[in-house]
């Protein structure tokens, strides 16, 4: 098991930015992102796997960069054009390579996931 903390969350106005960090107290294959915006289902956001892939879900894609580092265990969201619609609890998440998912783990999907952070609030004001 891998406990994760995230931190960095806040209140922006649009077209600002924010750079979430989560620590993990060890090293796991998969790590993402996801976020629940108010009243919605939880979604994928972004995914690191270990050997540097990334993806990233169409409605960050070009504003949102997901990043590690290695040596500390942190993984980070890095956040710029930040729109009203980016209102959510970010959470982050872990699991480990041989665990099958189903479908595989692009698109990312909550059940696939076994570890996850306490989430970290971010607002977003037109």
């Known amino acids: 098991q891998v406990q994760l903390a995230e931190s960095g969350g806040g209140s922006v106005q649009a077209g600002g930015s924010l750079r979430l960090s989560c620590a993990a107290s060890?090293?796991?294959?998969?790590m993402a992102w996801f976020r629940q915006p108010p009243g919605k289902e939880r979604e994928g956001v972004a995914l690191?796997?270990?050997?540097?892939?990334?993806n990233y879900a169409d409605s960050v894609k070009g504003r949102f960069t997901i990043s590690k580092d290695t040596a500390k265990n942190i993984l980070y969201l890095e956040m710029n054009s930040l729109k009203p619609d980016d209102t959510a609890m970010y959470y982050c998440?872990?699991?480990?390579?041989?665990?099958?998912?189903?479908?595989?783990?692009?698109?990312?999907?909550?059940?696939?996931?076994?570890?996850w952070g306490q989430g970290t609030q971010v607002t977003v004001s037109a």
């Open positions: 060890r090293y796991a294959y998969y």
């Open positions: 998440a872990a699991q480990n390579r041989f665990v099958l998912c189903s479908g595989g783990f692009w698109p990312l999907k909550p059940p696939c996931f076994g570890d």
């Open positions: 690191l796997v270990s050997n540097g892939n990334t």
